[in-house]
């Protein structure tokens, strides 16, 4: 007996220490970013254009940048995902065309960024001649966020239970009314989460949009969707690596900037998340 | 009474996979009885309802042959909604939306198209009414309906089904969850309704079904064994396995 409660405390242990080391990762980076950054952060480094070789000034353009490439991401990367998942786990049948579909989700997320970036580069850049633009920038990025997206609306749908459908077929609803209003409204705190994991990673990419759409240096605002722009993640590599005598603080400070914008979307989807939850009630 | 054909099966066979779980199906169903099918596990009769209003082809392994009539019209040259509309359906366990009751019987009529508001209310008050739950819930109608007690939901459903104005509605054992009192007032429920619509009882509670059915069907192994007055099938079954079944010595 005391052997058990002895293993039992050492299991307690080493499996709180694991869960606790996953913290540390996390924890420190943040810190050390802050610590090293905040202090370049201000308002005018947040509202301003670089200016001299980028050693002054702020990183407006880069933050509008990134946040019209999120927008863009999302507007090309949202419906197409959110329906081709709602075809394969409400519509699709079971045979070699969807099971086909599946295995080329699966597959488009194993692929690394940077392929993305190139492939891109062909075939929105060259090929169809938009040119390195915010719209092309756009596509590249949408069509990496588009698994997770697939991948987390098929599981929030999945999750809906069975019996909602029933009884919607049973009194003569047809499909897209059962899918529009005894699915849908339950699997949107799942599909929000899944797409808004996806749009954080996006922002944060520097491979797909460093063909595509990314400035090296461009101190104004862009004038339209063909328009090249600076974006957060580009700029830092640039100023980290291919500038010298930058200091390192800016760097630092737009790292942090960087984290700052990915905590907020994460924020915005946590409280829409806890909005729709207050509904479901089974 | 006058019997009039409602529902008609012919020579209804249904499959899942390759297992056969209907077997040459003849049955005919009066307009306004209340037909009792009572049998064992695995005995056909769940699937026998949802082949009425083609519930089972949620499955995609199940398929059939034969032939299905309401009132006169094979059901193959109706749509889904229409005959769904037509042929409603009460689950074994009580399932509500997680909305309000409110919403829960107005789904219906609004993918019906019904979109006045005032008429709406007053379809949901009235299939309230009919299923008996009117006075206990029409101050909170706004409840979420997961939060009423198992034999009110089931009430609910009833009034779900009613509220879409169907012709036929059946039940596939709708008390099984259900405490005695709960059961005594779905009963009671569908006593009332006997006037108005045709209604199919699948129960595994031989008792219930001897309260409630008119007449009463007896299957066994996906086959129909003997069809009579509810009364005559429990007191004289001409069939030595129905004389079992009701007896008690087996199922």
Avoid at chain 2, 53 to 71: E, H, P, T, V
Avoid at chain 2, 207 to 216: I, L, N, P, T
């Amino acid at each position: 007996m005391n052997a058990a409660k002895t293993r039992e405390k050492v299991a307690f242990y080493i499996l709180g220490l694991a869960a606790l080391l996953v913290m540390v990762p996390i924890v420190m980076t943040i810190l050390y970013i802050v610590k090293n950054g905040i202090g370049a952060v201000s308002w005018q480094f947040i509202t301003e254009s670089p200016r001299n070789g980028m050693e002054e000034g702020g990183i407006f353009p880069a933050i509008v940048g990134t946040i019209l490439l999120i927008i863009g991401t999302m507007l090309f990367s949202l419906p197409p995902g959110v329906f081709s998942a709602i075809y394969l786990v409400e519509y699709a049948k079971d045979n070699t065309f969807t099971r086909l579909i599946k295995l080329s989700v699966v597959n488009l997320s194993g692929i690394p960024s940077v392929v993305y970036g190139l492939f891109g580069f062909t075939l929105f850049v060259v090929f169809l001649r938009l040119g390195t633009s915010i719209l092309a920038g756009s596509l590249t990025l949408a069509i990496m966020s588009l698994p997770v997206i697939i991948t987390a609306t098929k599981e929030a749908l999945e999750t809906v239970p069975a019996s909602f459908r029933e009884i919607s077929l049973s009194l003569g609803a047809t499909k897209w009314q059962t899918v529009r209003y005894c699915v849908l409204p339950y699997a949107l705190p799942g599909i929000l989460t899944g797409t808004v994991l996806s749009l954080s990673r996006a922002a944060g990419e520097t491979a797909p949009i460093l063909f595509t759409v990314a400035a090296f240096y461009l101190p104004r605002l862009p004038r339209s969707v063909f328009d090249q722009v600076m974006a957060l993640p580009y700029h830092l590599y640039v100023i980290s690596t291919q500038v010298p005598n930058m200091p390192m603080k800016r760097s630092f400070a737009t790292a942090f900037v960087l984290i700052a914008l990915v905590f907020l979307m994460n924020l915005v989807s946590i409280i829409l998340r806890a909005h729709f939850r207050k509904k479901k009630q089974w | 009474m006058v019997a009039e054909t409602i529902i008609k099966t012919v020579n209804l066979n249904s499959y899942f996979g390759s297992a056969q779980v209907l077997k040459n199906l003849n049955l005919t169903i009066y307009k306004n009885e209340i037909l009792g099918i009572i049998g064992p596990a695995n005995s056909g009769k769940t699937t026998f309802l949802r082949a009425l209003n083609r519930l089972n082809y949620l499955d995609a392994a199940y398929s059939q042959d034969g032939q299905i009539f309401l009132a006169g019209q094979d059901i193959t040259n109706l749509s889904d909604t229409i005959l769904r509309k037509k042929i409603g359906i009460i689950f074994a366990l009580p399932q509500v939306l997680p909305v309000s009751i409110y919403d829960n019987v107005a789904y219906g009529p609004k993918v019906h198209g019904i979109t006045n508001k005032q008429a709406v209310a007053s379809v949901v008050e009235n299939a309230l009414k009919k299923a008996y739950l009117w006075d206990e819930v029409k101050d909170r109608l706004a409840l979420p309906a997961p939060k009423l007690s198992g034999g009110q939901q089931q009430r609910l459903c009833i009034a779900r089904t009613l509220a879409v104005e169907p012709d036929v509605i059946l039940y596939d054992e709708p008390c099984s969850g259900l405490d005695p009192i709960s059961t005594a007032k779905v009963e009671d429920a569908m006593q009332q309704l006997k006037e108005n619509y045709t209604q199919i009882l699948v129960t595994n509670n031989t008792k219930q079904a001897a309260r409630v059915s008119e007449r009463c069907a007896f299957f066994l192994m996906g086959e129909l064994i003997e069809i009579d007055e509810t009364s005559a099938l429990f007191t004289r079954p001409k069939d030595k396995r129905t004389d079992d079944y009701v007896s008690g010595r087996f199922g």
